[in-house]
């Protein structure tokens, strides 16, 4: 199978990771490049380290650009993927890497977007309970956010198995290409070097609702989550740090059992060996999730944490993922769980 | 007044921060400097941003070159500093960087430090309340661990006005300092550099006591804590996340009011105006501490954040700090609120 | 002796550090701060590690705003500093971080600035031979680049005992903050970390005249400059890697020996104990200069290497003790040699 | 083909990062992981970011291990090659990325690493002119040192078109992971972050006989190196800032032309576009060589800059494409042009 892929926002980060991963795809073509601002540049400027893209020229982001191929990645600002996978045809698989397309309830997008829902697509984290399955064939996919994609695989299995009570407090600390590559004041080097901060702090970020919509739907009831994020000094890698109470009788032995299930077969998931805890390092550039969990139960709480690289499985790896999935080729095909570290 | 005073660990990170204090206090002259492994080397070579010092020689650290000084700050390993300050006299303001005196429970320390308990010393954390008064004209402070400095700052005020649940959840990023100077593999600077990575989880880390220490005496009942604590890439710096479960009725209004009653006169702690939140940056080299805190009425819960320089307030910055209210003199003499940033 | 400060440009890193530094100065009360887009924030939000100054206000940079001062920081873009200077009349001491008045060839000026030449001011880098008596009592001060600064500190001594050829190769790493605060992508924390990348090479620096003013001034004959600067991943700091031919005959002690006849009396300048080699960290927030200088016989070269803080040394350190220097006060009032590190 | 591969020193960076590339390369099987205090340990805990080798076990570096494999990887301290590749057989490839075989001299040897010459290698870097020609078939390669590497590959053009007088100016800057994963104090992250500094200056760095043998062989003449290392706050990388008096006549053309002749066949190397220059963070885990060359008229002088990933093709990524060469494969076989970045 050859399948042509176009990349919609291709000077991004999260449109680079995409073609990084495609280029080493065995059964993809990479077609048109497009962007805004960028169209008429050549990618070996915007995009350096990705040699063998570097003469090919960023065509501006229209339904005709993007129109002819099997698979086109969307990596817009939010609020625009619908008018433009509409255009593309209902035969094309549309993949994307925004929000737009990740909330079912349309009260949360409009809570927290402000604009009239578009729609909810099949979500492409297969880890999750029931998702294999409604990507499979999907010609539409929503990509999840980097900050629900680690959580959600640190708690999942905790509450598909019925340890924790239902409200989460997660800390995670996210590399600054999470906040996109838009040049601001606080995204400064020298502003981000040496320092730690938090932000969107008390329940305002956006992906709250999509991680409420996560681990609700395994737990069968409403989970609350405290969402707090912060910048760390590195560009790449999350670090979710998440808790819940535990329900009573909850071991650390029936804790390990629960992720030991729900992560036997999953070959991008690696339980670490008790002991040993995740690192944001040991995943830079791989598709690979690092989860460790343990009970502390002095205050009965269970920790589990997580380290993805963001720009990998918790967007452009997760996507292509789900494309191999959608199209119905192995689910690992062109992805690696090897990190480049130090 | 012309105090004397020694450093015995001078060539670690806790001592060489101490020294650059001191440097600057106008009523400090800089006495002995001694160490282990690095007597008889020049200072120079071992904290070169200490130009004033460079040419000092560090002697070994015994009762004998200790002697004469009229403060005598001890940046030991733990276990060491009870022997030290014997020998020293009672008249002698011993100011102790390590843990050794800082918990009042001997069950604590002994199941945290696997030694038997030392004692425990005035409590050098002067915004608690109660602890100034113990600590004026004191001949003995305890310098309280870094991480249990940022956490009580973010917290005690909601504890002290009854605004909190018992059971506090505590993530705190720190700079690869506070992990000291002894090298080690997962300390390199290739291992920690775009890393952030978890440890001491599940209620191991030895200053979990110490924070339910200060937290419960704040708030008159047992304050239970969940602490997990990650190394962040950079040298200095803590960021503490913090939250508890809002007792009913808390508003965001009046849980600023009760942070804005604990600091309004504070000369280090600064509550930052709605919106803004703690960078570790803005601290750097500077006694300062930012808080912030927020009610996330969604979940119900205190969100309570602070950053520190791990260094400075939260280890030689409070003992410079606890040292003038010991000896009388204006608290805030040689310390700044001034951080290096960028 | 109180000394009214106003600072134009306050909003950005020269600004900000030169604020630090006058926070500390015991002889100078800060007055109107100033900027353009900034204008009638509060300075909390802008320099949030500027606590004292959290509550100032910043009013636009207009001849009003600044008159009535002692002393008038300019920290603007280059091109406005003339006009401003103009209006704050002959009797106010106005000291230029920007490069208005640096170059005293107007070709040179013209050439590199593309605009016309403005004129010279007395040249604020004490530790050149001649600077100081040029400094004492001036009304103008032009503040040197953070490169040439750390160039010809370097250099300088070499040339001045005629011990290197006329041709000088310079090879600088500059942290970030060095390339301001207005935000431009290849400035990102997500771009700068993990990376080392050259600009301007070629010549085409406009730092390269001043290094060449300076060398060849100290020389008595032109020094041509290779230079070339790169962007590390680091806020702070300059290092700079100095070479040039030696003439017959030059030995390391010939070598030392001028070296340590040039800095014996500097109180800024710390020609480092043979072995020992500068460092970026080991100077952060300080105004020292870390030198060491190397015969490497096999070649014939001299290497001569300094390590500077870009903002403070190389912008606002200097700027205060030229200011010390013009205002009759001693040279090292409010500055410190004490770094913050690690 | 199927290649059967062992790894001597599978638990250091080189190792690491040779089982990396090799977990990709599709001719080849890894069998024996060997080390000396690791022996016994998971690879899991030695190098947490190769997921699929994490249950394999390091056994002790022995030719008994080391025995049956088509290649073995040696990535020892250097005086130790020889001794293992004696007993491997002269029908096994041994690669050393050592140091041991990479200098023809032995009074070179001799002089930097104060032992007797264990001989010399074909040289692994098939860039040079005649390199490949050694390399196809042989049975034993020394790969070639990671500064050696960056800085040869910058100027070598330039000496062979004969445009550049006999004596070169280089300073580098490396990531940390070029010094190792044995812990020291200097190489702690705290002391890295934030830091730039120089060392082995003054021509005793060991890298600088093996830039000479290079760059003389090429130029038919003794060429004269002057070099300076300098250790920047990253973990990975290499910037090599080279330059040498161009000959009469030489132009921006010429340079380039000869430049454009050396490289256009080249897989690996990229000479970038005219005024775009290297980055490291662009080659981020690649086997690619950014290059860009420009004649500064003003002094008459050639600047040539490279960036390399120290780890992939300063050691690793230059072993596997000697390996490659050395069997027969495709030269590019398992190894990328695509950088991880951001």
Chains 1, 2, 3, 4 share one sequence.
């Not at 892929?5 to 291709?10: I, L, R, S, T, Y």
């Not at 409604?134 to 929503?142: D, I, Q, Y």
């Not at 299930?261 to 550039?285: C, I, M």
Request: glycine share 14%; net charge negative; proline share 7%.
């Amino acid at each position: 199978m050859t399948v042509r892929a176009a990349v919609a926002g291709a000077s991004g980060y999260a449109g680079g990771e995409v073609l990084r991963l495609l280029l080493g795809h065995p059964e993809v073509e990479i077609g048109a490049l497009t962007g805004n601002s960028s169209a008429g540049q050549r990618l070996g400027g915007l995009q350096p380290h990705l040699l063998p893209l570097a003469d090919r020229v960023v065509a501006e982001t229209t339904a005709e650009h993007l129109a002819g191929h099997d698979v086109v990645f969307l990596a817009l600002p939010h609020g625009q993927s619908a008018a433009v996978a509409e255009r593309l045809g209902p035969d094309v698989l549309v993949i994307d890497m925004g929000a737009d397309f990740r909330l079912t309830d349309p009260g949360d997008w409009e809570r927290f977007y402000g604009s009239s829902h578009a729609g909810s697509w099949p979500y492409g984290l297969p880890e999750l309970p029931g998702a294999r399955a409604a990507l499979a064939g999907a010609k539409r996919v929503a990509v999840p956010g980097c900050y629900p994609t680690a959580a959600s695989l640190a708690l999942f299995p905790a509450y598909a198995a019925g340890l924790a009570e239902p409200e989460a407090v997660i800390v995670a600390a996210s590399g600054t290409s999470g906040a996109g590559k838009a040049p601001k004041p606080h995204l400064l080097g020298s502003e981000v070097m040496g320092s730690m901060t938090p932000y969107g702090v008390g329940g305002g970020h956006r992906h709250t609702p999509e991680m409420i919509q996560n681990l609700s739907g395994v737990a069968g009831e409403r989970i609350a989550v405290s969402f707090t994020p912060t910048l760390a000094p590195m560009p790449r890698g999350i670090l979710a740090t998440c808790s819940a109470k535990a329900v009573g009788g909850v071991t650390g032995e029936s804790l390990r059992a629960a992720y030991d299930k729900a992560y036997a077969d999953e070959p991008f998931v690696h339980l670490l060996p008790e002991g040993q805890w995740p690192a944001t390092a040991s995943v830079q550039g791989s598709n690979a999730v690092q989860v460790q969990v343990a009970c502390d139960a002095e205050v009965g709480r269970i920790i589990a944490i997580s380290a993805i690289d963001n720009l990998t499985k918790g967007t452009a790896g997760g996507a292509v993922q789900s494309m191999n999935l959608a199209l119905g080729l192995d689910e690992t095909t062109g992805l690696s769980t090897i990190g480049v570290a130090p």
